[in-house]
Every structure is written in structure tokens, then in C-alpha cells.
């Protein structure tokens, strides 16, 4: 009897238990597999939107711009088009779009439809999703469309400082612009085929154009020509005509800049000349770091140099600038401390070369040279009434890089404010 009860109980519970454990288990199952159904859902539905982002957008965006562009009134600018004497000439050149970026779904967000404009169209979308293009519309001294050449760009930037260098003056000519927009090809040549032409650059087309000079009267046989070639490097100084031997700036009593002990190389031809920017642009590359990497961070800067025959002074020079990449000074995203550093040096190169080419625009009696390498080596072609300065800002046609375009757009547009002063004061 005593036995019998629990006897009876024990059969009883488990299959009680089970049952309960078993809805459990089978509930904690329902939700895991409806979760997982969801998960799936929403990488569907995640994976959907991505391609939805990728490409239709784009493909809609470009049609705006091609609609656009259609009622545009198109005279681009050609070799026969009137030259303006400018003491600061600001302009930009776009590049054509690559296959690369076409490949990658980018569009061609940018316009130059005549000899002065330059139209950013940025592709925005309204709170209510519906997708429309915001056209920007800049203006600059010249707009070079991507089908120019660099004849063309040469014609009207650096063609008109030669004559400038033959009455004994010190003219510029910069290339400014993010990694990738064009500096190298419009100032080098192009580099990307296997035999490298360097003589379509405007290191080689202002040599060529010297050398015509040169030989007519009353030039003839007057004076010697010499060649410089370096690179800065946050505040160092590289020799590319002597393996980037380290060279010193120093400034005498009478505040004139010196960099001191820089190879300088006599020319006779352009060949001579070709010869050089070889050697050198392929010194300024060599290193450990990768060629474009390496020479997005410093500035190159490339001297023709007149003396008149048995003369110890120079009579005039020509500084051709390849710049540093100008979204070099905006990344702030990185930890890395010398790329910070290299970063913030390259930020105030390009923040003080605009307020010298300001101060040079206004006549100002001060120009605050001192405030980077860069401008501290160039002192003596921002000193002087006749001081001529060229700037070329290059941009990049992808909707990808249209941030950095803005970018240079606006510190271009902030060079040549000046411009409208002088017309005032006319
Ligand atoms: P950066 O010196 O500004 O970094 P590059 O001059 O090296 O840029 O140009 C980047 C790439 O675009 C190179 O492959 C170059 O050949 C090409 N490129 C630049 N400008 C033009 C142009 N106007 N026409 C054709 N290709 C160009
Ligand atoms: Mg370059």
C-alpha cells in the first residue's frame, strides 16, 4: 500500500514533463527559424536596396545631367580665342571620365560648357526621396573642357608668362588639384604609356617655346639657360637633379631666400631639357612607398632659369609647380602620425601659397612667404610690381570625387576674387 501511490505517481510526471520541455524546446525552435526567416528577408531586402543604390540612381542622375547639358549653350573655348593679360590668371581643367570609374558605376557630374564656366551638377535627393541635380556654376578665367589638349591648356596659362620671363620677371605657373585629377600629365606629360612622352607636358612646350625665343633677335646668343629641379617634403627640401640629396633654405640679412647648394644644370635644347625631367620625374617617384603615393605628398617644382651672358644675377626665371595632393591637407580621418603631420604641413603650404598669390593680386607690401617651404623658396616671384602667377586646378569628373572638386572649385574661386578688384579698380 505504501509502495502502490508512488507507484502510480512515477509513470504519471514524466510524460508531463516531457511534454512540457518538448513545447518549450519546440516554441524556442518556432522563433529561432522565424528569426532566421527574417534575417533572410532583410539581406534581401538589404541586398536589393544596394544594387538599387548602386546603379539606378546613378543611371537617373546621369540622365538629369545629359538632359541638362542638352539645353546648354555650348562654344567651347579654341586656340584662336583672344589671350588676357592677367597678373593672376586662375583656371581650371577637367579630365576626361576613365573606364575604371565607368566601371564602377561613377558618373560625370561636371560641365565646362564655354571658355569661362564650370558647372558642378551634385546629385541630391529630396526628403520625399524624389532625386533632382543641383547645378553649381562657377567662373573662372579659362574652363578647359576634357577634350582639350595640353597645347591648348599650354596656349593660354603658361605660353603668355614666357614673354613675362623675357623682360626679366619671375612668373608661376601651379598645378593644384586632389591626387588623380591631372597635375603630373598637364605639367609632365603623359606617363601612363609604356614610352612615357614628356613632350606634350608644359615642362617641355615652355622649354620649346624659350628656346624660339632664344633664338630671335634681340635674344640671340644673349643669354645662358639653366635648369632646377626639387621637391618639398613637409619642410624638407629634396635635390631631384641629384638623388634627392636634402638641401637647406636659408635666408640672408636682406631676406633674400637661398637653397643652397641645389644642382643646376646648363640647357642648349629642348632635348636637353626632355632629358632632365626624365632623369628627374623618375627620382621624384623611386621610393619605398608606391609612385603615385609617394608623390601626391610633396610639391615639385620645376626652374628655368635665364642669365644674361657673363652676368653673375639671374635676369628672370620660371617656376613650374606640380603640387601636393590638395585632399592631402583634409584627411583627418587617419590615426597614422606622420600622415597627420604630413597632412597638416601640406594644409598650410596650400592655405599660405593663396594668401601670397592674394597679396600679390592686391600690390600688398607684405606677403606672409614665411609661412611654409613652399612660398619661402618661391619669395622672389612673389616680390615685384610684375610678379605673374598662373594657377591651374585641376578637376576630377566623377560624382565620387565631387567633395574634393568643390573643394578646389572654391579655393580657386578664393584666388581669383581678386580679379574683380582689379577690374574695379580698373
Ligand atoms: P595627379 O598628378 O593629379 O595625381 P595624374 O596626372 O597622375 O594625376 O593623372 C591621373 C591619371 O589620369 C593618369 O593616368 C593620367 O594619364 C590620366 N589623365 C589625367 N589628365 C588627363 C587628360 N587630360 N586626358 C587624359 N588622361 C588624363
Ligand atoms: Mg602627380
Known sequence: ???????????TIPPVLDSNKSKVVKEIERIAANREQRRARQDERRQKLSEVDQSIPAWEFQAMVSEYRQQLDVKLLVMNDPQKDLKICVCVRKRPITKKELNKKDIDV???PNKEVVIVHLPKVKVDLTKYIDNQK????????ETCNNELVYHFTAHPLVQSL???NNPMVFAYGQTGSGKTYTMGGDLSQRDVDFSKGIYALTANDIFRHLNKPPNKGQF?????????????????FNEKKRLRVLEDHKNLVQVVGKKEEQVETVEDVMTLIRRGMSVRTSGTTSANENSSRSHAIFQITLKKKNATKDYGKISLIDLAGSERGKDTQTSDKTTLMEGAQINKSL?????CIRSLGRNA????FRGSTLTKVLRDSFIGEKSKVCM???VSPGNSDVEHTLNTLRYADRVKELNVDEVKRG
Open 365 to 368: 607690401e607684405h606677403v606672409p
Open 110 to 112: 561636371l560641365t565646362i
Open 224 to 240: 645662358d639657360v639653366y635648369c632646377t629641379f626639387f621637391e618639398i617634403y613637409c619642410t624638407k627640401v629634396f635635390d631631384l
Open 166 to 168: 623675357f623682360q626679366g
Open 1 to 11: 500500500n505504501d509502495i502502490s501511490p508512488q507507484k502510480q505517481q512515477t509513470p
Open 351 to 355: 592655405l599660405t601659397l593663396k594668401e
Open 138 to 145: 562657377f567662373r573662372f578665367d579659362y574652363g578647359f573642357h
Open 392 to 394: 591651374i586646378a585641376m
